[in-house]
């Protein structure tokens, strides 16, 4: 079969690998779509602040070096069940998404997975960045406890950006957002435009800022329902006076950082309001500064997120209802395999799209 190989950073390769043959309490899926996430992009950048193996240290779970399947973030259709997996509950054919974190689940020595936050063990890693083949691969073998039922008012193409739907309720719940309370999400990325959602769905009237540079994930931002929506290129300090302006010098109680970038980050946090909250959800290429003091001095709390926590049940049933009924509206480009890194990768660094699907 056809997959996107990673033999590290500027290094993703389409080879034919052997096709993966399932075994007891395994469900084998064809994928039929993959987001590409803000994780490939990393990857494809630099190793630092990866999960990935690398060539020489394999991963502490998986026991894989590179090169690895990339993809982590896919819906699909059950192409076979192994032995000993409910046959009445999963059949071939079926719609699904893949839960992709897992963890070693050693309850009797690990306190993280013993509480069952298992996005927190310290060897926690995903299919299609620790190993264990990925969503940019024709099939993928993975536990049946990964799997989810896609139901059938719901598209493949939604089923793939679950996953990050997913982190959006989990950075919301750790936030501590109640309605009424005032809100700046910077960076109207997938992950960025999804909180946004998550918050619309409980809030319709809450005022929420997003601040993001490239005019057309401004465009979404205000189509999914932002208050205001700050170019914070247009001239300096824009987003902080925006803010101020409009919450009569107090500041919002919730900063989202999902950008990734050290003004944003500094903006971010002289945005929150004495004993407000920031949310960090980005992943950086290199360790940030952060001004300690200005913490201190406002008593802020700084929330850290790690992938979707407990929230894949919440997020799923969110699709089921038709509370985000335009999620496909994130995606701005659909290519395949083949162009992974010219067509999608690349797009994604130069800013020109939002969500990049690939069909294997």
């Not at 247009?234 to 101020?244: D, E, R």
Request: hydrophobic share 40%; aromatic share 6%; net charge negative.
């Amino acid at each position: 079969m056809k997959a996107a190989r990673y033999y590290g950073p500027g290094d993703i390769r389409v080879e034919d690998i052997d096709e993966p043959v399932v075994g007891p309490g395994q469900i084998k899926v064809k994928v039929a779509w993959n987001a590409v996430s803000a994780a490939d992009v990393h990857m494809y950048q630099t190793s630092r602040a990866s999960l990935a193996p690398t060539a020489t240290t394999p991963n502490r779970l998986t026991g894989e070096r590179l090169p690895v399947t990339l993809g982590h973030q896919f819906s699909g259709a059950i192409e076979d069940v192994g032995p000993g997996v409910d046959i009445v509950k999963w059949e071939c054919g079926q719609k699904v998404s893949v839960e992709p974190l897992f963890s070693c689940m050693r309850t009797e020595t690990c306190e993280p997975c013993a509480e069952g936050h298992f996005n927190v063990c310290p060897k926690a890693t995903f299919i299609g960045i620790g190993g264990r083949g990925g969503g940019l691969g024709e099939y993928v073998v993975v536990d049946a406890e990964q799997v989810h039922h896609i139901p059938d008012n719901v598209s493949l193409e939604a089923g793939a950006m679950l996953e990050p739907l997913a982190v959006a309720f989990h950075a919301v719940r750790r936030s501590g957002y109640v309605p009424g309370q005032t809100i700046l999400i910077s960076g109207a990325g997938p992950i960025g435009l999804l909180i946004l959602k998550v918050i619309r769905s409980i809030d319709t009237s809450a005022s929420v800022f997003v601040s993001e540079p490239v005019e057309s994930r401004r465009c979404l931002a205000v189509r999914y329902g932002a208050t205001e929506v700050i170019d914070p290129n247009s001239s300096q300090g824009i987003v902080q006076a925006k803010v101020y302006g409009e919450t009569l010098g107090v500041g919002v109680d919730v900063a989202f950082e999902t950008a990734g970038e050290q003004d944003s980050l500094d903006t971010s946090l002289i945005c929150v309001r004495p004993h407000g909250t920031l949310v960090n959800i980005a992943v950086w290429q290199e360790s940030p500064s952060l001004n300690l003091n200005l913490v201190n001095r406002r008593e802020i709390k700084l929330t850290g997120i790690f992938a979707s926590g407990k929230a894949y049940p919440e997020a799923l049933r969110a699709l089921a209802d038709g509370n985000f009924g335009d999620l496909e509206g994130l995606v701005t480009k659909k290519i395949g395999l083949e162009d992974i890194v010219s067509e999608g990768i690349t797009s994604l660094l130069q800013g020109e799209e939002v969500q990049v699907l690939v069909q294997p």
